[in-house]
């Protein structure tokens, strides 16, 4: 059992993906580590604030009141920035680590210097309890972690050797601090790797419940977020909606394993179209593909429709008998309006879409056998 224990550990942990699954989940890693920075300094300002009144109120005014005055602006400023950094910064995950770093290290070195006894507080000890706390708060990849922990050890240690002329003081210091860096950095490791695979499972967990496990096109409840999401921000000119032509009879002739080969296939022309053209595609049921178009300056969504109808039926796919079909879709578009509901807009996409449908009828343009596949 130990050795299966340990085995699961090795696999789990030391051969971890850390740099994968940190760039995955990087914007719940940065939220994570920028609100650890905010509570930090936002801790710092109350303690500021009620030393403030106590070195005024109790002592009735010293030179340490008016320190702490002084300081309590200039923890704001850092509190603001902090925020600053992480709304405008966020593709920037490694500034924001650095200044988690930075001004947790300033948090926590500010509060021990407030409340631990004055004959301690030039200690190394309280030093090494910043690089601790901050190791193992932090959420980021080992290399990182031991290259900060190394640093600021270096730091440390050289103020702690400084007018130490014990030579048993020398090695006490040495040695503690060796111990509880090794120590603070494993269990922070450990702490960030538990807290990424929360992170990952989170994420796993969204993406089933907001993606189409077929086509891995976003669903129908996606779809009715993001239109409203749209909408709020003005960022959407239309609504276009395709099927495939002729599809139950597909499903009937070549059975639904190739029936939903095609809306594989279809799915995977949409998601190339999606980026080229500003179009958000979803699956909005059977074999029914329905896109909300964002804003692309002057260009008419309906102008689209053309285009990804041709890029659908360049290819064609093969059934298990050997047989090969083209595929082909009808579509229709729905410019939006303020004010529109989604069902709105659907309603009179699918007039155009059927319209489409019944002019690619009658000319001939079906899914259907085009030869059997060599």
Not at 308 to 318: E, Q
Request: proline residues 2%; glycine residues 6%; charged residues 20%.
């Amino acid at each position: 059992m130990a050795q299966a224990f340990f085995q699961r550990i090795n696999f789990e942990f030391f051969q971890y993906k850390w740099m994968d699954i940190y760039q995955k989940n990087k914007k719940a890693v940065q939220y994570e580590n920028a609100v650890f920075t905010w509570n930090g300094l936002f801790f710092m300002m109350v303690v500021d604030l009620f030393l403030i009144l106590f070195y005024s109120a109790v002592k009735n005014g010293c030179p340490e009141a008016f320190r702490y005055v002084c300081a309590f602006p200039i923890i704001l400023l850092a509190f603001f920035a902090a925020r600053w950094a992480y709304k405008y910064n966020l593709p920037d995950h490694f500034l924001v680590v650095g200044i988690s770093y930075i001004a947790g290290t300033l948090t926590l070195c500010f509060c021990s210097f407030m409340i631990i006894d004055p004959a301690i507080q030039s200690s190394f000890y309280s030093f090494f309890l910043v690089t601790t706390l901050l190791t193992t708060l932090i959420v980021d990849v080992p290399r990182r972690k031991l290259a900060f922990l190394l640093l600021w050890d270096a730091l440390m240690l050289t103020t702690g050797f400084v007018g130490v002329s014990d030579p048993y003081r020398l090695r006490s210091v040495f040695i503690h601090g060796m111990i509880v860096s090794v120590a603070s950095f494993l269990f922070g490791c450990f702490t960030s790797w538990r807290k990424l695979q929360g992170f990952e499972s989170a994420r796993e967990l969204l993406y089933v419940s907001t993606h189409d496990r077929l086509t891995n096109l976003k669903n129908r409840e996606k779809l009715y977020y993001d239109f409203d999401e749209l909408t709020a921000s003005k960022d959407i000119i239309g609504v276009i909606i395709f099927d495939i032509n002729s599809f139950k009879q597909l499903n009937d002739t070549y059975g639904h394993i190739f029936g939903d080969q095609a809306i594989e296939y279809v799915a995977s022309v949409l998601r190339t179209c999606e980026e080229r053209y500003g179009i958000q595609f979803y699956r909005y049921g059977g074999d029914e593909f329905i896109g909300l178009v964002r804003r692309l300056g002057d260009e008419r969504p309906e102008l689209l429709i053309p285009y990804i109808k041709r890029y659908v039926a360049d290819s064609t796919l093969c059934t298990l008998d050997g047989i090969e079909i083209r595929i082909q879709i009808s579509g229709g578009c729905a410019p939006y309006h303020d004010g529109d509901t989604l069902e709105r807009c659907v309603n009179s996409a699918d007039d155009e879409m059927y319209a489409d449908k019944e002019a690619m009828k009658k000319a001939g343009q079906i899914s259907g056998k085009v030869q059997n596949c060599q």
